[in-house]
């Protein structure tokens, strides 16, 4: 499917449909926060369309060894990796998992080695061990972690990430998984969040930025974050 708003724009943001993610969610968050702002939203199954666009997102949901799958299957492998180096991308859930260099996710599959990812920033994807711990309120921590919590920022001694902007340290966004992202460089971890322990919830490395969490599904300050990228000049 192929989706264009605000046509007469010359800036263009490609939400890349390579079969798996919560598209039509992720492209109607991007169009609202796209109001106001030139700019042309897309939501496209053609490589040449995100090959283009200025800057892209990378949406992913359910399994991450089923979402590499497609993004090679689909055709729309190369024209991603090209976005990564080259223009200011955002990944968010699984799209986020598969920026790392490995995921655990798929260690029962035939060859037990669990996921190859897209190696952009290092570090591997790791499921959440609960199994015992109490929440604050008595009850057992759930896995998959599905609900509101708030997202911690980190400045590594300097300002917020831009794509911060407005909102406040300590918001609360929307959340479903069961795996987390564990950067091998803690600079490229710039959100936490608390759930049994601590985990990185957002990275980001030069022109990519990306959330564990569900921006489309976190009310206001989720489309605060669509809006800084549309803005964000890394």
């Given at each position: ?62 399994a ?36 790392l ?47 509101w ?13 831009p ?18 992202a ?53």
């Open positions: 499917m192929n989706v264009v708003v605000n046509g007469s724009s010359k800036k263009t943001v490609a939400v890349v449909d390579y079969g798996m993610g919560n598209l039509r969610s992720v492209t109607n968050a991007v169009i609202a926060a796209a109001r106001g702002v030139s700019v042309e939203v897309v939501w496209t199954q053609r490589p040449e369309e995100v090959m283009a666009a200025d800057r892209v997102v990378l949406p992913g949901q359910g991450i060894r089923d979402c590499m799958r497609e993004l090679h299957d689909s055709g729309m492998y190369p024209a991603v990796m090209h976005a990564l180096a080259n223009k200011p991308v955002m990944g968010v859930c699984v799209g986020m998992q598969m920026l260099d490995h995921s655990h996710e798929g260690h029962a599959g035939d060859d037990g080695q669990g996921t190859p990812c897209l190696g952009q920033i290092h570090g591997e994807v790791v499921k959440f061990d609960l199994v015992g711990q109490l929440q604050p309120d008595g009850s057992r921590y759930k896995v998959p972690q599905m609900g919590n708030q997202v911690y920022q980190n400045s590594h001694g300097g300002a917020p990430h794509i911060w902007d407005g909102v406040p340290d300590g918001s609360y966004f929307y959340f479903v998984h069961s795996f987390y564990k950067p091998s460089d803690t600079r490229h971890s710039v959100g936490e969040t608390d759930y049994g322990q601590r985990f990185s919830s957002a990275i980001a490395r030069d022109n990519i930025f990306a959330t564990q969490f569900h921006p489309e599904k976190s009310a206001e300050h989720g489309l605060a974050l669509y809006r800084n990228f549309l803005h964000w000049n890394p």
